[in-house]
């Protein structure tokens, strides 16, 4: 009995594995590419690796955020930080939550109000959390925190896709 994968099988293996890897980082660099137009257009791109966010693709920054495209995703979801006005934020919040109603069943924890309103994080100059069910070590989504009449949001793990539409609109209320 041949205990042993067979040389043809192992480098066929290899190999899918290798193109796998180089479209996820396609992927990601395209991503990227995509936030920075997102942002108005200006902004660069460098190759990550062991990021203080984990191992990353690449990092896209721009003047409104910066964004580290996971490297255990297919290159479609990021850590991001971004700023925005208060009105900004407050449409942000608004879209972000009619995207995330939930649809679990009877007897889901989600919160009915995931993001922190603007007067919550005018009460104190702390991080707020964003949750959307009320496991606050599990299901922690990022923060909010107001200071010098700007709103820093962090997501820790988000598709590309919706940080496109948050910093699109950021972008246009600013």
Request: hydrophobic share 40%.
């Amino acid at each position: 009995m041949n205990t042993t994968m067979p040389e043809v099988s192992s480098t066929s293996l290899r190999m899918a594995v290798e193109a796998a890897r180089a479209a996820a980082k396609a992927a990601a660099h395209t991503a990227a590419l995509i936030l920075i137009e997102a942002d108005g257009g200006q902004g660069h791109i460098r190759d990550g690796y062991l990021e203080r966010h984990g191992d990353v693709w690449c990092v896209a920054s721009s003047v409104r955020f910066t964004a580290y495209l996971h490297a255990d995703s297919h290159g479609d979801r990021a850590h991001v930080e971004l700023t925005a006005t208060p009105n900004a934020y407050e449409q942000m919040r608004t879209w972000a939550e009619d995207q995330d109603g939930c649809r679990h069943d009877h007897g889901c924890v989600c919160l009915p109000d995931p993001w922190p309103t603007l007067a919550d994080l005018a009460r104190s100059a702390e991080e707020h959390r964003i949750d959307y069910r009320a496991n606050f070590e599990v299901d922690q989504r990022g923060t909010a925190r107001l200071a010098f009449k700007r709103v820093t949001v962090t997501l820790f793990d988000e598709p590309v896709t919706v940080v496109d539409t948050l910093l699109r609109i950021a972008r246009s209320a600013a």
